[in-house]
């Protein structure tokens, strides 16, 4: 009889010992950034991501949302869409995991069909075609064609002050890639349809360490603006050779989301003076003063001068998922938390704030754009330096036939 | 009468062949094996000759529209940047057709990133400097499909520069 009672006890002091340690496990919840930290994105993409990691580790340190801490899984693509789309299959069946920020155009256009059937989310940096097939993938900013309009307003009022008369014309000069076509994709139409004339763009591998040849060719087609892609220090090369051939006396250049930081304009000051860049992002002293590059010094990452101040985007990618987090937790819990109910959950984000280190959230059941607004930098005297307010982007997506 | 018979014939029909289709799905009809094979098999580590060279994987087996992964897998001692010791390398994919054909070409930042293993200048162009290509050798290479889970390995083997006369 005593040996019965003993058992019992036993058992039942077990199976309270596993409830308590059950209930009281890490609630956790996985983000993986298919990232580039060592190839022709890195510049942009390390500080970035430590953004994005600093911001998680500060929000953990602070109990996380709700209890529920975010666990960031770093993977080094080296911007190689077969490692891209390896890596996204190992790391699919990780506990927990909600969303992949694809950093990378073409990684992004090739995870996306893995990451729908698995009902995650995707974020990629501004392609279109997402906004145009509203699905599971979800830009950062405004897309790339929106914010190749937008600088094509600022064409037209940059035309009419200087009293010009007659068309302008605009040249395009980007990587041969995905990415560097995205902007074409109904921006080029949206710049027919505002009366901007277009050259032939021009397109050049990644890597190219001279420009000279596609550069010549625009200048011979007679353009007054040069619209450079690429992810720095790609664009501060091309302009660093346009202002060899003499071109940026003549020409005015603008560059999208990747142009210049103030590091590159450190090392171009004189070839860089003038050039204007739209941004979804805080840049320049905008994104050193704001209160949260704090964080940048507090984890170590070194002088506050020396922030790359793309350092902001990242922790705008986990304020969006600490947002969305928030609401998901609070409708269905910890236990039923699933790619699934943050793909519901991000659509539910319209007008979210990100403390202004990007136009507020844009997300909802017809958007996948991460905010609409951008804000226009110039170069002068070496610093990047705003030269306007936020400004609503128009949209270019629709003039595309997807 | 007569149609009481039909309806017992055709109900007697029914009896019989029923049991016959419901073992039917206990036997389903066997998936074709998932296969890879790649063209060539063997490929010279030259640069920049191998940019030039197609190397293309195909397969047959597949489910259909699903994507197809393949891996090298890297022998022990063999290290590579943004890989972590014991995980194999992705060098292509590609997505099966409707048949569960699929086709997949190593890009030239796998060539590059992987089987050269270069660094970049500080101004993140490739630096021809650190060209740093993989052993030579019979490399296991290990297709998957994303949806069916279905694995199928082939292998390439990498041959060192042949000297130029």
């Known amino acids: 009889m005593m040996r019965r009672i003993l058992c019992g006890v036993i058992i039942l002091t077990f199976l309270f010992v596993i409830g308590v340690m059950s209930s009281y496990a890490q609630k956790e919840v996985a983000y993986l950034s298919l990232a580039d930290y060592t190839d022709g994105i890195a510049g942009l993409n390390v500080p970035a991501d430590m953004g994005c990691e600093d911001y998680i580790k500060d929000l953990n340190s602070r109990g996380g949302v709700d209890g529920v801490k975010i666990k960031f899984i770093g993977v080094d693509t080296r911007y190689d869409v077969a490692r891209g789309v390896s890596a996204y299959k190992r790391y699919r069946t990780e506990p927990k995991l909600l969303l992949i920020n694809a950093i990378g155009t073409p990684i992004g256009k090739a995870v996306a069909p893995l990451s729908t059937k698995d009902k995650l989310i995707t974020l990629v940096p501004g ?19 929106d914010a190749f309009a937008a600088t094509v307003d600022w064409l037209l009022a940059d035309w009419k002050k200087k009293g010009k008369t007659g068309i302008p014309k605009l040249g395009f000069i980007s990587w041969d890639s995905a990415y560097g076509r995205e902007p074409l994709r109904g921006g080029k139409e949206y710049a027919e349809k505002m009366g901007v004339a277009m050259a032939p763009p021009e397109f050049f591998p990644q890597g190219s360490l001279d420009h000279t040849v596609y550069l010549s060719r625009l200048a011979k087609a007679e353009v007054n603006y040069i619209f450079v892609g690429g992810v720095d220090p790609t664009p501060t090369n091309v302009i660093r050779d346009a202002h060899k051939l003499g071109l940026t006396k003549t020409i005015q250049f603008f560059c999208d989301y990747w142009g210049p ?11 860089l003076e003038g050039v204007v860049m739209g941004s979804y992002y805080l840049r320049g002293d905008d994104a050193r003063k704001h209160p949260l590059a704090n964080l940048w010094t507090k984890y170590g990452r070194g002088k506050l001068e020396d922030m790359n101040e793309v350092y902001t985007i990242g922790m705008a990618w986990a304020m969006t998922l600490e947002a969305a987090l928030k609401i998901a937790l609070k409708e269905v819990g910890y236990k039923k938390l699933d ?21 507020p959230c844009a997300y909802s059941p017809t958007s996948r754009r991460g905010s609409l607004e951008i804000k226009f930098y110039q170069v002068r005297a070496g610093k990047v330096v705003s030269v306007s307010d936020w400004i609503k982007s128009p949209d270019a997506v629709s003039l595309h036939k997807f | 009468m007569n149609s009481f018979r039909k309806i017992m014939i055709v109900l007697s029909l029914l009896m019989f062949l029923l049991p016959l289709v419901a073992c039917s799905t206990l036997f389903p ?9 790649v063209t060539p098999a063997q490929v010279e580590l030259a640069f920049p000759g191998i940019l030039r060279i197609p190397i293309v994987f195909t397969g047959t ?12 897998v890297l022998p022990p001692g063999v290290q590579m940047q943004g890989v972590k010791p014991g995980e194999d390398v992705g060098i292509a994919y590609g997505e099966a057709d409707d048949t569960g054909n699929f086709k997949g070409e190593v890009p030239a930042s796998a060539k590059l990133n992987t089987f050269f293993r270069v660094g970049y200048t500080l101004i993140l162009s490739i630096d ?4 740093n290509p993989i052993p030579p050798g019979v490399y ?3 297709a998957s499909g994303a949806d069916s889970g279905a694995l199928a390995t082939t292998t390439l083997e990498f041959v060192a520069p042949i000297p130029k006369k």
Do not use: C
């Open chain 1, 127 to 145: 392609d279109g075609e997402f906004q145009a097939n509203l699905g599971r993938i979800f830009a950062w900013g405004p897309t790339y064609q």
């Open chain 1, 261 to 271: 930081t103030s590091l590159g304009t450190r090392l171009h000051p004189e070839a």
């Open chain 1, 339 to 359: 790619g699934e109910v943050i793909y519901q959950t991000y659509q539910k984000l319209t007008g979210v704030q990100r403390a202004g280190l990007q136009g």
């Open chain 2, 29 to 37: 009809t066997p998936k074709p094996k998932a296969t890879v094979a």
């Open chain 2, 61 to 72: 087996g597949w489910k259909p529209k699903e994507m197809v992964v393949v891996d090298m």
């Open chain 2, 128 to 131: 021809p400097k650190t060209l």
């Open chain 2, 140 to 142: 296991t290479i290990k």
